[in-house]
């Protein structure tokens, strides 16, 4: 079942000719790309974790801390 997994992460399989234009040559397209199955590679994860956003308190709007430590939350609910 491997030969179906190739040709569904590819797209569709033209059929071949032998029969072949020099014009129809330059109108060759790139494969569709499908992305695989699994967790990203490490080079993909580090680009990813580059451009993670701050966390933002949804209490008081600050970033850099979130609700769970909020210190204006905290004040206020000590009163």
């Known amino acids: ?3 179906q997994e190739e040709c569904i992460r590819l797209g569709p399989v033209l059929p071949q ?4 234009d020099c014009a129809d040559l330059e109108k060759v397209l790139d494969p569709v ?3 695989g199955r699994g967790a990203p590679k490490k080079r993909l994860q580090a ?3 580059k451009q993670r956003s ?3 308190c949804g209490y008081c709007g600050v970033e850099g801390h979130d609700q769970r430590i909020c210190t204006k939350l905290e004040e206020e609910v000590m009163g």
């Open 1 to 3: 079942s491997r030969g």
């Open 17 to 20: 000719t032998t029969e072949i």
């Open 33 to 35: 790309h499908v992305q």
């Open 47 to 49: 680009k990813m974790k």
């Open 54 to 56: 701050k966390r933002k």
